[in-house]
Each structure stands twice: as C-alpha cells, then as structure tokens.
C-alpha cells in the first residue's frame, strides 16, 4: 500500500499555511506530502558537517541604508491596489465574530 | 527585411546610421511574436507602451548598444502598470504600482518592454506547466517542454522574437530551461543584480539574469543589470567591470574541473557523450580538464527542496488577500477570506510546497530541517571554494535529460526537484552559473553544457562559454534560417 499521511497530518499544515483544501485535495496530498517529508528526512543522513549556519550567500559586506526619509509609494496608489477599500482605508472582513451579510 | 535576426553590434550600427528606427524593431518583435504565437511565450504583451516608447526614442542619441532594443521579462518581475502575474491565479489582475531595479536599469539603457514571459506558477516547477496561463512549448518541437521555471524567456529567445530575455533562478530556472531550448542563460553570483521587486520565492536563492542567443549579447545585457542597490541589502557593492572583456580570448592554461557527480549515472548516455566530446575539445585547446569530487553534491537537491520551501511558504504568506491581487467571495470572517483565498488562488505545485514548508519551519521543526540545512550548505559552499583554489572553472551537463514531452505524467511531486538536480549546487553555494549549447540528440533537441565559476567570475565563464560557441559553431536557429 502507498505510504501516506493521516488525514489530520494534511489538515495540520494546511492550517498552518491557511490554505482551504477540498476533499478530494486533501486525499491527494496525503500521498504527495509524504513522498515530500521523506525525501527531506535524508537530511538526517548526512554526517560530518560543521555547525555554522549560511544565512545566505553573498560575498558582500552587509551594508544597511541610511536611516534618511526618501521617496515612498503614493498612499493613495497602494490603498486603490487593495481589492476593497474605502477612501483612505483598505477595507478587510470582519475580524472577530462574522459578517451577517455574507 | 528581418533585424531581430542579426547580431546586436550590427542592429546598433543600423540604429546609429538611421537606416531602422527602435518602431521598426518593435514592430518587428510583434510580428514575430504572433507568427509563434502557439509558443504561449507570454503572459502579457506590452505592444501600446511599447510602441510608444520606440516612437520617443526617435531622435534621440543612440548612446548605448541596447538602445532601442525589445526585451522580454518574467512575469515575476514588477513593472510599473504592466499586469505582473507571476504565472499565477492569484496575481491573474495585479497591476503593479513600482518598477524592480532591474526594470529602471533596462529603461535606462533606453530597452523596451515588450512583454512578460510565461512561467511555472510563482517560479515553482520545472516545465513552466504549472503556469495558471497554460504551459509554453518548446521552439525546436511544440510537443515538448521548454523547461522552466523561466520557459516563456527561453521560448521567446530560442525563437528568435527578440534578442533579449531576464529570467530568475533560484534552483536552475534561467540555466535549465535554457539548456532544453539552446540558448545562452546566465545566473550570476548571489548579489550580483539587485532582487528589489523580483516577487520572492526562496530569498537567499533568488537570482535574476540574462537569457540570449550568444555569450557576447548575454555579457552585454549582464553589464546593464548589475550593481548595488540600496533598495536590496544583499546586492553586492563591486567595482565597475566589463562582462565581454575576456570573450574572444583562448583559454589555453585554463584548469577546468567535472565534478564526478555532475557524470554520474543519473546522466543520460547522450548528453554525456555531448558534454564528454566538449572536454576533449577543450583538452585539445590547451585547457587541462580535471575529473574532481564535491564532497555534499549528492545532498544539494534535499538541501535546496528545506531551504527553497520553507523560504516559499514565509515569502508567500504575503499572500493574503487584503492588499493587493485576488480576494475570494462570500466570506464570514478576515480567516475565511485568508483560507478561500489562498486555497483558490494558488495552484497545486504552490499549494504543496507552501504546506510542506510551513511544517518544515513550525516550532521546533525549524532546528532540526531548515537551520540544519543552512550548515550544510555552508559546508558545501566551502567545498566549492576548495575547488576553485586549483581551477578556474567547473563543467558538467545542466540537465540530465534533453527536453521532454509536454505529455509527460505530473503526479510525482519530486520530478521538478529531479529535473534540476544538477543545477541547484550551482545556488546553493551562491556561484555564477551559465548555459551554453553544445550540440544535440539524436531528435535534434539542444543539449547544454554549464560552466560555473567562483563569486564574482562571470567574466572568465563568458571566456569559456564565448570559446566553446566559437569552435562548435552549431546551428543554433529551430528551423535553421539564420
């Protein structure tokens, strides 16, 4: 029988990832996440390294901007980029507790 | 008459004596673009702003080799008003509000925009198929992939619609797809071009680079890309350069390794026997060619598929559906609309490596995936750097395989990580890598070769790579008009 996680396990990282899945989606990545998470456990394989961490690779010298006020985006462009928004203001759904008129 | 055809010194010289304009060009790339339309090279054209601007540059000094030249961007690079997708559902109407750094480079160098190529969706895959906009098709058979994640770029250059293409390349993507299409794709050294408005994917990866027909117009293109950028802290800060200085020059002296790895068995017989009989051209020429071990190679792919998924599902929790891109409807709450929205808007290929990427960072799983990989790859790195203590450069085949059917089955998620398992050392370890064509199967595919250098050495890359083109001197044009 193919190796597969619960379906718990997918709900699990879906909810980490806020990601919705339908149910047959879900049956599908029980499957394919496994295969995945085992081919990540070879890590454990590999012996003999150094414990240094490599943020990344880069052989520059980190170099931070000056702390100076510069041009920025225009406020109005970014808020009329929000797929909802009202004057100055990006309107989101309701936070705590639903909507009634959903 | 045709100019996108010939070479870029020669369509400057015809710019400078006003014998074509940059509207000629343009035209001209539209045209061609139509004619290859079954290609699905693009995303979006850009013909309008294009033309417009060709008309604007009329009467101005031809004061650079790119002025006036069409180029082709991923549609993973922000343009100021011009729809960037990145290949997916979510991002379907996103029209960006600022350019990336490397669009204000290019429009410095007076370049138009002529559209933004097709990809696998947020840079994930190795066939662009997962693109939301349907996968492009390769120009040397329409029955194949052109690889990915920057298939649309490869597509557009192997085709020869315009001369210019930028691609990203965050486990291979400029280098592989070029490799299937037979054109020249560079990724420069971690740094190198500044990533300010290339969309994230796995950041310490992420690399944006040239895609051409030949080594000396993609050293050209790499000239007016690079450079520090305040916008990007890891945008290196290098003294000025010029990539073409060492094209043309012999290589004799030069130490070349092959990693063992890079030949091993994973390798099809044909692509090694390509990339073998290159070697023997190379030993003739005076280099000497070394076959080397890279201690940790064999442990790249799942040290990149740690780090480049747990990076992906952090980058793309900007996702979210409130500031920019698609929303889904009819929700009850702000966690609905976050669930709905993500879950219709990303694709499968995304949806899997985010979820495997959240667990791979959660809690304590963080310690024992991601920060373990991060030594790793440290380790490997250094690796590397030994290598380059004896040898100028390292070869070896990019792709295991030559292009394969567009048919080809989809279900094993591991089969766009195995695609590009000879090329993610290459951004494991920060290195400038590069594509270059060296012959073909026995379907007359491309099969490429790439030649990798220390940080910061993209110039003796494009020596060899400019040698090699030179002495091959293949047929590089599908169909063979050149």
Request: some cysteine; charged content about 30%.
């Amino acid at each position: 029988m193919e190796e597969k996680l619960t379906r718990e396990e997918v709900l699990h990282v879906a909810r980490l990832a806020r990601i919705q899945l339908s149910e047959e989606e879900i049956e599908k990545y029980q499957v394919e996440l496994k295969k995945l998470l085992k081919d990540v456990e070879k890590i454990n394989d590999v012996k003999g390294y150094d414990d240094d961490i490599l943020i990344a690779c880069w052989d520059g010298n980190t170099e931070l901007r000056k702390d100076e006020e510069g041009e920025m985006l225009d406020p109005k462009q970014v808020v009329e980029n929000a797929p909802h928004h009202a004057g100055n203001y990006i309107e989101v759904p309701v936070v705590i507790g639903e909507s009634e008129g959903a | 008459m045709k100019y996108l055809n010939k070479s870029i010194t020669e369509i400057h010289e015809l710019l400078k004596n006003k014998t074509i304009t940059p509207v000629d060009l343009v035209e001209e790339a539209f045209e061609n673009i139509e004619k290859n339309k079954e290609l699905n090279a693009y995303i979006t054209l850009n013909k309008e702003e294009a033309l417009k601007e060709a008309k604007e540059l009329e009467g101005k000094e031809v004061d650079n080799l790119l002025f006036g030249l069409p180029i082709a961007v991923k549609d993973n690079i922000i343009t100021k008003g011009l729809r960037t997708t990145c290949g997916s559902h979510i991002l379907e109407n996103f029209v960006p509000i600022y350019n990336a750094t490397v669009v204000e480079k290019i429009k410095a160098k007076h370049m138009i925009i002529i559209g933004k190529t097709n990809m696998d969706e947020f840079a994930m895959g190795s066939s662009s198929r997962t693109s939301y906009f349907g996968a492009p098709r390769n120009p040397w058979n329409k029955d194949k992939i052109c690889g990915g994640s920057s298939g649309g770029s490869a597509a557009t250059i192997a085709a020869r619609d315009v001369l210019f293409a930028i691609g990203s390349d965050t486990g291979g993507s400029i280098r592989q797809p070029a490799s299937y299409t037979g054109i020249v794709g560079m990724k420069p050294t971690y740094g190198r071009i500044s990533r300010y408005g290339l969309v994230a994917f796995a950041s310490s990866l992420d690399q944006m680079g040239p895609m051409t027909k030949n080594v000396y117009e993609n050293a050209v293109l790499l000239n007016a890309l690079v450079g520090k950028d305040e916008k990007d802290l890891t945008s290196a800060r290098r003294e000025e350069e010029d990539f073409t200085r060492f094209i043309g020059k012999d290589i004799k002296g030069m130490k070349i390794a092959v990693p063992n790895f890079l030949m091993g068995d994973i390798v099809s017989k044909e692509v090694k026997e390509k990339i073998k009989d290159t070697i023997q051209l190379l030993e003739k020429s005076g280099a000497t060619v070394d076959y080397v071990d890279i201690k940790y190679l064999e442990n790249a792919m799942t040290l990149y598929q740690i780090i480049a998924m747990g990076e992906a599902s952090s980058n793309l929790a900007r996702f979210d559906g409130i500031r920019y891109g698609f929303q889904a409807e009819n929700i009850k709450n702000i966690e609905e609309m976050y669930l709905e929205t993500r879950g219709q808007g990303f694709g499968e290929e995304v949806k899997r490596r985010i979820m495997v990427g959240s667990y791979l960072l959660s809690g304590e799983n963080a310690k024992v995936y991601y920060n373990k990989a991060l030594s790793i790859r440290d380790d490997m790195r250094k690796e590397f750097k030994k290598v380059f203590e004896k040898y100028d450069l390292i070869i070896g085949p990019t792709t295991v395989t030559t292009a394969y059917d567009l048919t080809d089955p989809m279900d094993d998620p591991r089969k766009s990580f195995m695609d590009d398992v000879l090329v993610i050392p290459v951004n494991m370890a920060g290195l400038p890598g590069m594509n270059i064509p060296v012959g073909f199967d026995n379907k007359h595919m491309p099969i490429g070769m790439q030649i990798i250098g220390n940080s910061f050495e993209e110039a003796k890359i494009y020596q060899l790579g400019s040698f090699i083109e030179k002495s091959l001197n293949l047929e590089l044009t599908p169909g063979g008009e050149k």
